[in-house]
Antibody, heavy 121, light 106 residues
Framework: QLQLQESGPGLVKPSETLSLTCTVS??????????WGWIRQPPGKGLEWIGS???????YYNPSLKSRVTISVDTSKNQFSLKVSSVTAADTAVYCC?????????????WGQGTLVTVSS | DIQMTQSPSSVSASVGDRVTITCRAS??????LAWYQQKPGKAPKLLIY???SLQSGVPSRFSGSGSGTDFTLTITSLQTEDFATYYC?????????FGPGTKVDI
């Protein structure tokens, strides 16, 4: 079945850029009608939608993060990526990637297991 | 942005209890609502989509209802594995937003 796996550094320094990749297996990232998204959760807090991208590169971002976020897709590698620039301690969170599409009422399913990114010097 | 609220923020229950969680949207979202279950250290798991459709593999003791601005998630006959935090999410419009969560514990 479809599986997603996040990868990237677990520690990022303040003011630097956080970079994560989500690798999709068991299915194609180029499936029409699906979007691939990033959601984060600061320790002990709730869920925040960061943004999403289609296989053709159409993106949607949370306005609260839009100026610092870039999501891109690499169909040849079946991957999509997240970059968050100028990070601060407030960006410390578990970052999850997930698929959104018609098979789940445009909700997110499945999800990756998540990866903790800590912003600290 | 569409704001999502949930009540209660936490509920203490016992195995076999019926639990109802309410989610309210700040404006109408038709049936574009999902419910997720999250256990500590795990990613959220989709339970219900389109307000009332049960995701494949999810036990039938979970059900969702509502449309417009008011929605409910009901768990009939709570099981040990159901103790978790539950989030609603609107997918009607961008930015996608989540409720603050409801913790179900003993």
């Amino acid at each position: 079945q479809l599986q997603l796996q996040e990868s990237g550094p677990g520690l990022v320094k303040p003011s630097e850029t956080l970079s994560l990749t989500c690798t999709v297996s068991g299915g194609s990232i180029s499936s029409d009608g699906y979007y691939w998204g990033w959601i984060r959760q600061p320790p002990g807090k709730g869920l925040e939608w960061i943004g999403s991208i289609s296989y053709s590169g159409t993106t949607y971002y949370n306005p609260s993060l839009k100026s610092r976020v870039t999501i891109s897709v690499d169909t040849s590698k079946n991957q999509f990526s997240l970059k968050v620039s100028s990070v601060t301690a407030a960006d410390t969170a578990v970052y999850c990637c997930a698929r959104r599409g018609p098979s789940s009422g445009h909700s997110y399913d499945p999800w990756g297991q998540g990866t903790l990114v800590t912003v600290s010097s | 942005d569409i704001q999502m609220t949930q009540s209660p923020s936490s509920v203490s229950a016992s195995v076999g209890d019926r639990v109802t969680i309410t989610c309210r949207a700040s404006q109408g979202i038709s049936s574009w609502l999902a419910w997720y279950q999250q256990k500590p250290g795990k990613a959220p798991k989709l339970l219900i989509y389109a307000a009332s459709s049960l995701q494949s593999g999810v036990p039938s003791r979970f059900s969702g209802s509502g449309s417009g601005t008011d929605f409910t998630l009901t768990i009939t006959s709570l099981q040990t594995e159901d103790f978790a935090t539950y989030y609603c999410q609107q997918v009607n419009s961008f930015p996608i937003t989540f409720g603050p969560g409801t913790k179900v514990d003993i």
